[in-house]
């Protein structure tokens, strides 16, 4: 698991953990955690649902990410999960381009298991051209207050921006 830190100072003391593994080139798994006592917003739901929906701007509210892109290529994909049990997986050919993002349409979300600070989900996903990645785990969690805290692997910009190339630090291999 990977140590993820806040952007800037934040009031939830403790830390975020995530992982991201592929199972095969059509499955990925990724996995967060955090401090069950932090008081969040929308992320009190638990248990294992086959209900979820997928949508557009759930990074607005408390999400979990990954950003994925093959070794040598500007293209890169977006996973956006929420405890709510919304998601979302888009595609860039580049940074941020297009605009607004596209729908991956070769990935769909296999399952969500949210429980007292953990979420995991399970993706189908179309991999087979690719072995070696570049990876940003992130995550956005908005305190029952409203304030939102950005949290990556990695800092490096002035104000938090997950799709710059400074976030992918990580190193994942389909084997």
């Known amino acids: 698991m990977e140590?993820?830190?806040?952007?800037?100072?934040?009031?939830?003391?403790?830390?975020?953990?995530?992982?991201?593994q592929f199972k095969s080139a059509?499955?990925?798994?990724?996995?967060?955690?955090?401090?069950?006592?932090?008081?969040?917003?929308?992320?009190?739901?638990?248990?294992h649902r086959h209900g979820f929906s997928r949508e557009d701007n759930i990074w607005k509210s408390t999400c979990f990410e990954a950003f994925i892109n093959p070794e040598n290529s500007d293209r890169y994909w977006e996973i956006n999960v929420s405890p709510l049990h919304?998601?979302?997986?888009?595609?860039?050919?580049?940074?941020?381009?297009?605009?607004?993002?596209r729908e991956a349409g070769n990935f769909q979300l296999l399952a969500i298991k949210v429980g007292d600070g953990s979420l995991w989900a399970s993706f189908s996903c179309d991999f087979e051209k690719f072995r070696k990645f570049n990876v940003a785990l992130t995550c956005i969690l908005e305190?029952?207050?409203?304030?939102?805290?950005?949290?990556?692997?990695?800092?490096?910009?002035?104000?938090?921006?997950?799709?710059h190339a400074?976030?992918?630090?990580?190193?994942r291999e389909i084997e």
């Open 26 to 47: 059509q499955e990925l798994i990724i996995e967060f955690n955090w401090n069950k006592t932090w008081p969040l917003k929308n992320a009190s739901v638990n248990g």
């Open 143 to 163: 305190s029952k207050d409203g304030i939102l805290s950005y949290w990556a692997k990695k800092h490096v910009l002035a104000s938090p921006d997950f799709h």
């Open 3 to 20: 140590i993820l830190i806040p952007h800037q100072s934040s009031d939830l003391m403790g830390n975020v953990t995530a992982d991201l």
């Open 86 to 101: 919304k998601w979302n997986f888009y595609e860039f050919s580049g940074y941020r381009t297009p605009q607004p993002p």
């Open 166 to 171: 400074s976030t992918l630090v990580l190193k």
